[in-house]
């Protein structure tokens, strides 16, 4: 029977920068290296929550959007490139794409690129059916320093020219503290900000 491991890394950048919501993936990505050789990494948004457990969290050949239909768009994949939310890719899918992109700062861009560099890099999207795919979003403000980045339509027009060098291979970051608990580890990173690069 093949060994089943979930585990919960979540990362929060330090300070009052923008965010980066892919930058802080990658280094979730980086940091579970650390511990151990996994080859199945999920990504999920904090305020999502799955409503079918037949949505399994798991690897497949290709890389796979596991929140196809949230009740922010009335359960319906709001376009076909759509890859936010809940994904899952192998360690390979995500070296193969040079992990996510680091400079999306603020809100919104940063799926639509990684959906870029999936297609760009000869894989598809798995998707659960909508039924399967169900997730509800907690309801909240948008964060301080989350606002829409004004940049991204202009950055995802870009991405098969920045693919190559924005990514796990140009990710700087600094470890400011990592708590381990039962179920997760927390790790307080400085991640740097628009213009300014970790301390």
């Known amino acids: 029977m093949e060994?089943?491991?979930?585990?919960?890394?979540?990362?929060?950048?330090?300070?009052?920068?923008?965010?980066?919501?892919?930058?802080?993936?990658?280094?979730g990505f980086m940091e579970a290296l650390k511990e151990d050789n996994y080859n199945c990494f999920v990504f999920s948004d904090v305020d999502l929550i799955p409503m079918d457990d037949r949505n399994i969290y798991k690897c497949y050949s290709q890389p796979r959007h596991l929140a196809v239909s949230m009740d922010k768009f009335?359960?319906?994949?709001?376009y076909n490139q759509f890859f936010g939310g809940i994904s899952a890719l192998s360690r390979e899918q995500h070296e193969k794409i040079n992990g996510f992109p680091n400079n999306y700062w603020g809100w919104g861009g940063e799926d639509d690129d990684i959906y870029n560099r999936i297609i760009f890099r000869g894989m598809g999207i798995s998707r659960p059916d909508g039924v399967i795919g169900k997730c509800r979003m907690i309801a909240h403000r948008r964060d301080k320093k989350n606002e829409p980045n004004p940049q991204r339509f202009d950055r995802?027009?870009?991405?098969?020219?920045?693919?190559?060098?924005?990514?796990?291979?140009?990710?700087?970051?600094?470890?400011?503290?990592?708590?381990?608990?039962?179920?997760y580890t927390f790790i307080d990173v400085d991640i740097g900000g628009p213009g300014r690069p970790p301390s």
């Open 3 to 27: 060994k089943e491991e979930l585990v919960v890394c979540s990362a929060g950048s330090h300070g009052e920068d923008t965010f980066n919501r892919a930058k802080l993936l990658n280094v």
């Open 156 to 183: 995802i027009a870009r991405t098969r020219q920045t693919m190559q060098n924005d990514g796990l291979n140009s990710l700087k970051y600094k470890v400011l503290q990592m708590k381990k608990y039962p179920l």
């Open 74 to 78: 009335s359960f319906r994949l709001p």
